[in-house]
């Protein structure tokens, strides 16, 4: 019987105690152990339900195009509890010059693809329109260095596109900033574009002409997916398949060592347990200093990939409150308009089961690259920042009627210039460990579905480990 040990209880662990269990089930000959150093099963998903409102903590959603996370709930048997968000009423704005300003029509993620909306927008100058404009003209180019995002956004749109709209869209999906984030991890479809096409707006055209060929044959996907009662769903949905028994909250591992061709976990209480193999689901940083005895080069490399912490601010309103609230999902804050406010989404209007239909809410995003300091302000300071910028922007400044606070320290992997190169490294380190998987969103993708794809990888690598594989490295 094989013995394996997953450590980290977030979604990426889960997943791959999910798919474990399901081996064990189908008549593979292993166990398995989930150790979760918290109080609860889920990282960073948690929903909260408050004053009859859905309250996400950490992710509300995940992209419905990557299908691994529609794929789970599937399995889970909880397909009929997914929900699409409201496309129809999908309207994007950004803060300039601190009033809301609409992304305009047929800009995809930030690249225009029709040019009357781009050019009657007053999202940007009218030089950055004739440089769009331009832009169908560019010339192939294969990509040299790792460049960061913002210079690929740059060569292409100039400055402006990069501070209205990489920057802020970069910083609601990965908390990051687009002077440090690798193109060519973060947005490889646009290096390849720039490969193939050289303008991003043709490539973009092409691949939309594409797309609506699909369309044609097949039912519009909404863009977001969710659970009707919330992203929790999963984890409740994923632990009541898990054996009970498997599962040790507040487990703390300090270290993993290698031993005897196979692994010791030391263990917080309780001293140290022997597994076959092992599962590390933890953020990268935390992985590193678990495998330091095990592979000094190893936990370097995972040690180098950085973390951005973030906040969510979350405030409950009776609908009336928000009647000055344009329609769409929300807005997004360029760094230039020198805003601790990095982004807000209109959750009532993003997906339905949200609210009840008298009350309506706000969800608010701090903190990022840029601003780890606002981890050391209080509830209280962290609430009267939203609240006045809410004024300033939205002009909401009625009292909510509820409000919640959550700090999600270095949560979210930065995918820094020689991003890729460093998690060949990793991966080509731990091939030569037996028993040894990484998952979580440090490696290939922030995103939920991603994290649900590496911990289904982990648990295959491992449950399919056979005799003949090498010994751990001493
Ligand atoms: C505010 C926020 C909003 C987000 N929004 C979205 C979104 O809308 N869509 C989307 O797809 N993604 C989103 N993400 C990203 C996504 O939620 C995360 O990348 C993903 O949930 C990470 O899952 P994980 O299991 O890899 O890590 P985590 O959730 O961080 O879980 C790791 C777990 O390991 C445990 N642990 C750590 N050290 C030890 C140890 N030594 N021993 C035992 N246990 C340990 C921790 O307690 C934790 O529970 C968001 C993230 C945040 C923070």
Avoid at 110 to 133: E, G, H, N, Q, Y
Avoid at 292 to 315: C, G, N, P
Avoid at 427 to 436: D, F, I, K, P
Wanted: charged letters at 25%.
């Amino acid at each position: 019987m094989k013995r394996i040990a997953i450590i980290g209880g977030g979604i990426s662990g889960l997943s791959a105690a999910f798919y474990l269990e399901k081996a064990r089930a189908a008549g593979s000959e292993l166990d398995y152990v989930l150790f979760e150093s918290g109080q609860r099963l889920g990282g960073c998903l948690a929903s909260d339900h408050i004053e009859g409102c859905l309250v996400e903590a950490g992710p509300d959603s995940f992209l419905t195009e990557k299908p691994w996370a529609t794929t789970l709930c599937k399995e889970l048997g909880i397909a009929d509890q997914l929900i699409g968000s409201n496309d129809s009423q999908r309207k994007t704005y950004i803060v300039v010059h601190g009033r809301l300003v609409a992304m305009p029509d047929g800009l995809m993620f930030m690249v225009p693809t029709r040019l009357v909306p781009t050019a009657l927008s007053p999202l940007f100058s009218w030089d950055t329109k004739i440089r769009m404009a331009r832009e169908l003209l560019h010339p192939p180019h294969p990509m040299q260095d790792d460049e960061t995002v913002a210079q690929l956004v740059e060569r292409h749109f100039g400055p402006e596109v990069v501070d209205r709209l990489a920057d802020p869209l970069l910083s609601g999906v990965y908390g990051g900033d687009a002077g440090q984030l690798s193109a060519r991890a973060v947005l490889p479809r646009f290096v390849e574009m720039e490969e193939k096409y050289g303008s991003l707006s043709r490539a973009m055209l092409a691949a939309h002409k594409k797309m609506a060929e699909v369309a044609k044959k097949q039912p519009p996907q909404p863009l977001f997916t969710s659970l009707k009662d919330g992203m929790q769903q999963m984890v409740d949905a994923i632990v009541a398949r898990l054996d009970p028994a498997a599962i040790r909250l507040r487990q703390h591992v300090r270290r993993v060592y290698p031993e005897n061709g196979g692994w010791r976990l030391a263990l917080e209480i309780n001293g140290d347990e022997r597994y076959d193999a092992v599962i590390v689901a933890t953020p990268a940083h935390v992985a590193g200093e678990l495998l330091d005895s095990v592979d000094r080069e190893l936990a370097q490399d995972l040690l180098q990939i950085t973390y951005s912490s973030s906040v969510t601010v979350t405030l409950g309103y009776y609908k009336q409150q928000l009647a000055k609230l344009p329609r769409g999902f929300g807005f997004l804050v360029p760094r230039s308009e020198g805003r601790r406010m990095l982004a807000c989404t209109f959750v009532h209007n993003k997906f339905p089961h949200r609210a009840p239909k008298d009350k309506g809410i706000l969800r608010c995003f701090l903190g990022g690259a840029r601003d780890e300091a606002v981890l050391a302000l209080s509830d209280e300071e962290m609430l009267q920042i939203v609240r006045q910028e809410l004024h300033d922007i939205v002009k909401v400044d009625a009292r909510p009627i509820f409000t919640r606070v959550y700090r999600w320290r270095e949560a979210m992997a930065q995918y820094e210039p020689g991003h890729l190169a460093r998690v060949a490294n990793i991966e080509e380190r731990v091939a030569e460990l037996s028993g040894l998987a990484l998952a979580g969103n440090a490696y290939h993708g922030i995103g939920v579905p991603d994290c649900i794809r590496a911990g289904r990888e982990a648990a295959n690598k491992v449950a399919n480990l056979t005799a003949e594989a090498q010994p751990a490295r001493p």
